[in-house]
């Protein structure tokens, strides 16, 4: 899941939520091993809910849809005594179509499973505050309570901010803070994109998402809950700035099986144990992608498919991802959205209100693009993508978020390629829709964020806590998201300016070269014409 989507209005995540979580929930749940299959479908099938709520905090959370499908999902079988414990994650999808996540850990030594409901989608933090209950828990009770109540209770941080929760009786604190709106998943921070990275080859990688693009029926399989459950999650946050649409199922429990011989588009994690009770016949033309053994079976080809020029530079670039660490996997694949579908403002209308063409949009796109993207504009996901572009638009006229910002740079470089060395006339190589999403407003929003990080970086230098190294990881933190904004910035102004000087040398101005100006002189009238020649 990616991060950089929440709070984007027409996803499938929440907004507006209140609490950092929704309920914790502790189950005793029965193991069998995976090498004794029958033994574990036939207790499958002799019982409904497998997995017992011990205990649940607050303890007023009565929805029991939702508990019903956590007891539900949170059974997995583990092979053997080497995988006692353990984390994963899985989604819930409730009848409003929004995601809820659970984070779980596992430990079969004392047959418990410690499950945590939130609407936020933030892994690191909440397997991290997993960690730090199950050390409170073998200490103490009474700091075990206090921090699970302290943590409910907590202001969820709005972007730029932090929460701090006191662990037990010590000096420590639990550092609540939303994940950067301009950060991709990074390796290793991100859990998810880092078990994807080291089960996936990069070709598997790129036939992967060229599937998902294709909104096939996938199946991911593992021996591991947590490898194949990250692999999915990964997987769909790969595909920003858009999310796929269709049945989306981390983890898949063998009462749920049915869902894999279904006709309709699917992204499935499925346990070895649960797949090997079909037979491969039933499951048509479905992908699977086995994690343990790195197979990929598919009987398309979707990567021919996409512009081979593309496809040609993604993979050169996924072939140096073992020296590159950080957002370098990530960053690959954005820019290959943003070669696509970057433009997509050549296709937006403004009529009695925004709509999008897809004729006006093709017509401006390369011929070798067209063929792929005639057939991708009617997805699901990239008609999804499309209208939450326009609700944005509408809401406020500045869209402001990491593929934008690419975008831009894209487009700048561009510029630069083929109006550098030849000294071409500037052309723009796309419309501006004024004042929708000026160069403009661009320029004065990263102005506005600029003074904000400004005054952040002021009082954290002021605080009691300036010697603090959490301190310190917050002020890197914002000197990273200002070398964004500053790049971003100075893109825009870069484009503000040639947009300028071609506007007015359209109506006539001529360009005085700093060489050439003169404060003694006058500057001479335009042969055959009254107008003033422009001096900067």
Known sequence: MSQNLAGIPGTRLHVDVENMFE???????????????????????????????????PTNFRDDKILKMVQLFAFIPCESESDAVGTFSFVLTAEDFLWRFCFCRYNLDVNSIMVILSRLPWHDTFFKMLSTLTDLKGRNSNEFNSFLTSCYKAKVPTRGEMTLVAI???????????????????????????????????KNMLALIASLMQERRIIITSSKPDRHSACVQAANALLYPMEWQHIFIPILPMQLRDYLMGPMPYLIGVHTSVLD?????????AIIFNCDLGTYESCRDDVQLLPKHIVLDVKNDLRQAHQKRGEYISYVFLVMMVRLLGHYRDGIKFESDAIFSEAAFLSKRHPSKRKFLRTFLYTSMCVHFVATRLSML????????RFEMECALHSQHKKRRCCGRSKKKFKETNEIYLPLNSFQNQLFKCLEVTESIKLELERLRKSKEYENAKTHADMRELFESLRHILVYGSSAYSSLQAQNAEELKNLGYTEIHAKSRSTDMAIPEKMGSSKTRYSG
């Not at 009770?277 to 033309?285: A, H, S, V």
């Not at 509408?394 to 978020?401: F, G, K, T």
Request: glycine content about 4%; aromatic content about 12%; hydrophobic content about 30%.
């Open 168 to 202: 037990g009786g010590s000096r420590r604190v639990f550092a609540l803070e939303q994940p950067s709106f301009y950060k991709l998943p990074a390796i290793p921070d991100n859990h998810n994109l880092t078990v994807f990275y080291q089960s996936a080859t990069p």
């Open 277 to 285: 009770t079909i037979c491969r016949g039933e499951l048509g033309d």
């Open 394 to 401: 509408r809401q406020e006229p500045v869209i402001w978020d």
């Open 23 to 57: 309920c914790y929930c502790e189950l005793n749940c029965p193991t069998f091993a995976t090498n004794n299959n029958q033994n574990y479908n036939n207790q499958n099938q002799n019982n409904q809910n497998l997995a017992t709520i011990t205990a649940k905090y």
